[in-house]
């Protein structure tokens, strides 16, 4: 009789806890995704306009330069303007491609030239070199090598421009 109550017993106490079903086994949920408050994101898109100071090829001078990037995720393409007041004044437009490797932006460069002196006007080309460093996401600073091939004369002018640049 007692080992029939025990039995009884342990049936009713198995029964009991299994009375919701065999329970699934717990899985740990996946993590959640970092939160957007940690993502560094950086875009170059965007207007720009910056004072620059140049020497090279026996002169030296300041200027103003002003442009557009489009961030294209890896890449970038600009167009930009800038002046310089050397021993005459040199204005150029140039197209810019890049490569975005977040707050840094090396580029290359291609464009026109004019240069005056007096009244002695020059065309030509521009090409060159740059890298630009962001300080924050509106101000940033680089540097600029480049050489401008005037056709007229066949003289190149070598210039290292060092920039500041606010963005918009």
Request: proline share 4%.
């Amino acid at each position: 009789m007692k080992i029939l109550a025990c039995s009884l017993a342990l049936t009713l106490v198995a029964g009991v806890a299994t009375a919701g079903g065999l329970a699934a086994p717990v899985i740990a949920p996946e993590p959640a995704p970092p939160s957007q408050a940690y993502v560094m994101v950086n875009d170059w898109s965007g207007t720009y306009l910056g004072l620059h100071y140049g020497r090279g090829s026996d002169m030296s001078g300041r200027g103003l330069h002003a442009g557009y990037i489009w961030d294209r995720g890896a890449y970038t393409l600009g167009a930009e303007v800038d002046y310089t007041d050397l021993d005459g004044d040199m204005l150029r437009l140039r197209s810019r491609a890049g490569y975005d490797l977040g707050r840094v932006l090396p580029y290359a460069s291609l464009g026109l030239a004019r240069f005056s002196t007096g009244g002695d006007t020059q065309t030509g080309y521009s090409y060159g070199l740059g890298v630009v460093f962001k300080l924050t996401d509106a101000i940033s600073i680089g540097a600029d090598l480049s050489r401008t091939s005037l056709a007229d004369t066949n003289d190149d002018i070598d210039l290292l421009q060092i920039r500041t640049s606010y963005r918009f």
